[in-house]
């Protein structure tokens, strides 16, 4: 096995010259060992660069590197000596912000008029600040008390959009034989619409609880939390008499956490900065489907 790390830099438009040269710079100052790597990822509509590191990085290094490329309007993925992309057999993705472009809860509670104060509940969850995500959405799910549930739809309808890339990266999971798990802090309206329109096999989240036609502001069930998304993931890897090393995780927020450490891969997409310090993938520049490039056998 391999006792170097893999750094590979992802963009939209050609990498140029430059953006090397101040890796390589800045790396020397880092003291880390840094050098080109001429293997080749498969073709795709992205840019790649690639090199290898002969010792393992401090956090704040790979900070340093991502600040970097972000400068060259790339993304870098740190793979880790032991990652093996064949060896890769579930995608394991949140879904707001992450699959999609908006916060559902959000959205609905722009039509009563109480968004604001519903993300900023949200927001702070995301971030980490509030640590009990099981009491974070009982609180925005109150506030959406009295909504009519026909919202919704119009939700799903008129604001809902997946993310660029999505489409691809379910074609590609399929096409690579990989188990999708949809697993969500959301809710279930959603999710089940979209495992119908892109294919997952698997969807958890949380069900609004719907009286005469209006929601009641409770959930109904067991809240899925960070803990029960990672605990979905563990159940479908022994599904596949596999293990965790075996998946590829993506999320967003601090509650994805618990599902993406410990991963084959975890990507962290247009994420919070805890999130993104604790991935071994960023994904700001790039869209879903630069996964691919990284689990191409």
Avoid at 119 to 128: D, H, P, S
Avoid at 280 to 292: R, S
């Amino acid at each position: 096995m391999s006792s170097q790390l893999t750094l590979i830099a992802l963009a939209n438009a050609p990498i140029p010259a430059e953006f090397n040269t101040t890796l390589l710079k800045h790396a020397k100052v880092l003291g880390v060992d840094i050098a080109s790597d001429k293997q080749l990822l498969p073709h795709s509509k992205y840019f790649t660069s690639r090199w290898t590191i002969a010792q393992d990085l401090m956090p704040e290094a790979r900070m340093v590197m991502r600040d970097i490329a972000a400068g060259y309007q790339a993304d870098l993925a740190f793979l880790s000596p032991g990652f093996k992309p064949e060896k890769i057999r579930v995608l394991a993705m949140d879904m707001d912000s992450t699959l999609i472009n908006i916060e559902c809860i959000d959205e609905i509670a722009d039509f009563t008029g109480k968004k604001a104060a519903v993300a900023e509940i949200t927001e702070a969850t995301m971030r980490g600040e509030i640590r009990d995500f099981k009491e974070s959405l009982r609180r925005r799910v109150a506030l959406l008390a009295g909504v009519n549930a026909d919202v919704l739809e119009s939700v799903y309808r008129e604001r809902l959009r997946p993310n660029p890339g999505a489409f691809e990266l379910l074609a590609g999971a399929k096409e690579r034989g990989l188990y999708t798990l949809l697993v969500s802090g959301g809710f279930t309206f959603f999710t089940e619409k979209l495992q119908r329109d892109l294919g997952f096999q698997q969807t958890q989240a949380n069900t609004l609880e719907i009286i005469d036609g209006k929601l009641t502001g409770k959930v109904i069930g067991k809240i899925v939390d960070g803990a029960a998304k990672a605990a979905y993931l563990d159940e479908a890897c022994n599904l596949l008499n596999c293990d965790k090393k075996n998946a590829i995780t993506m999320g967003d927020g601090s509650n994805d956490l618990p599902m993406m450490t410990g991963s084959g891969i975890s990507i962290a997409y247009k994420a919070k900065p805890i999130v993104k310090e604790k991935a071994d993938v960023a994904f700001d520049q790039v869209g879903l489907d630069a996964a691919l490039l990284l689990i191409a056998k």
